[in-house]
C-alpha cells in the first residue's frame, strides 16, 4: 500500500454508508415545533446535514464540517472534521442538538458534548430502511414529522420510478469499489447493495460477511464482475490509469472492455435525501438504454 492510503479509505469510509450508532429516542408527532423543536443545529454527519437542508430547514444549521460543500452552506462556520470537530467551537456556538457520530476507543465527541450538557443524536444508517427511520428521527427533533414523512415519499416515489425503468432486463454484475488498496466494496446488508438491485443489477458481493468487506483481487477475478464502479473525492481521486495495469486488476475483463465508471463519492457514498438520484444514475450505467428508451425522473 503506498503512502497516504489509509487516511483516504477513512476519508471515504467517513462519508459513506453508516451515520453512527444507536440513535436517542424522540417523541414523534405533528410539524409543531413541541418537544422537538431544535432550533441550533450542528450535524457532523454529512449525510444528516443533508437532510435537514431537505426537510426546509437549513437556518436550523448554525455551522458545517469542513467535507459540507454545498454553496447553501458556505457562510457557516466549520468546526472542523466531521469525527474530530473542536469541541471548544461547538460549545462557544451554543447549540440545542449535534447530530454526532458515534464514539469509539479513540474518540469520545459525544461522550465528551453530553458532559457539557448538549443533547447528542447519533444515528445508525446503513440500509433504506434505517434511512427512513432516521428521517423520521431528526424530522421528529426538529417538529417537522410532516415534512420528513414527504419526504420520505419522496425518495421512495425516486426509487420506485428507477425500479420500474429497470424491470424485466439483464442483470449484470456489479463491482462497487469504495476504495481499491486494499479492494473495498458493499456488502448485503447497505444501502449500496439495494440501490444496485433497485437499479437491475447484481451485487457482486452481496454474500460477502460484514457491511463493507475487504476483498481479494483474486476473488474479484474469479468471479468477473461486468462492470467495475469506482467512488472517489476531490480530495482522494482514482488513479484509473494505474488501476487498469495494476497486477490483478488488469486481469479483469470489464476492466479491459471499459466497462468501468468513476463517481462522485459526495453523492454515491451519503446514505441521504438524494438515494433515489444515486439509483437514477446507476440505472444509466448498467443499462444506458434506460435514457432514450424509458427516462428517469
Not at 122 to 150: C, I
Request: overall charge negative.
Amino acid at each position: 500500500m503506498r503512502s497516504g492510503q489509509v487516511p483516504k479509505l477513512a476519508l471515504l469510509l467517513a462519508f459513506s454508508a453508516c451515520w453512527g450508532g444507536p440513535g436517542r429516542e424522540a417523541s414523534i408527532g405533528a410539524d409543531s415545533g413541541g418537544r422537538g423543536s431544535a432550533t441550533r443545529v450542528i450535524s457532523l454527519i454529512p449525510s444528516a446535514t443533508e437532510t435537514i437542508v431537505a426537510l426546509g430547514a437549513a437556518d436550523r444549521l448554525i455551522a458545517r464540517t469542513d467535507y459540507d460543500i454545498a454553496p447553501a452552506l458556505a457562510h457557516l462556520p466549520s468546526v472542523g472534521q466531521g469525527l474530530t470537530p473542536s469541541l471548544e467551537q461547538l460549545a462557544m456556538l451554543q447549540p440545542d442538538l449535534v447530530i454526532a457520530w458515534p464514539d469509539n476507543t479513540a474518540r469520545s465527541v459525544i461522550a465528551r458534548l453530553a458532559d457539557l450538557g448538549i443533547d447528542t443524536y447519533s444515528p445508525s444508517v446503513q440500509t433504506l430502511a434505517d434511512l427512513r427511520s432516521a428521517t423520521r428521527e431528526v424530522g421528529g427533533r426538529l417538529g417537522l414529522e410532516r415534512s420528513a414523512d414527504s419526504l420520505i415519499a419522496k425518495i421512495d416515489a425516486g426509487l420506485d420510478d428507477v425500479r420500474e425503468a429497470a424491470e424485466g432486463r439483464d442483470r449484470p454484475s456489479v463491482f462497487y469499489v469504495v476504495w481499491y488498496d486494499p479492494p473495498t466494496t458493499a456488502g448485503s446488508g447497505t444501502y449500496i447493495n439495494e440501490l444496485i438491485e433497485i437499479a437491475g443489477g447484481r451485487n457482486l458481493f452481496a454474500d460477502a460477511p460484514g457491511a463493507w468487506p475487504q476483498v481479494s483481487l483474486e476473488e474479484v477475478v474469479r468471479r468477473q464482475p461486468d462492470i467495475v464502479i469506482f467512488s472517489q473525492t476531490e480530495e482522494s481521486p482514482v488513479e484509473l490509469e494505474h488501476i487498469s495495469a495494476a497486477a490483478g486488476w488488469h486481469q479483469l475483463r470489464a476492466i479491459n472492455a471499459g466497462s468501468v465508471a468513476v463517481v462522485d463519492a459526495n453523492l454515491f457514498n451519503r446514505p441521504g435525501p438524494k438515494v433515489a438520484d444515486v439509483a437514477r444514475r446507476l440505472a444509466e450505467l448498467l443499462h444506458p438504454d434506460i435514457r432514450s428508451d424509458r427516462p428517469v425522473p
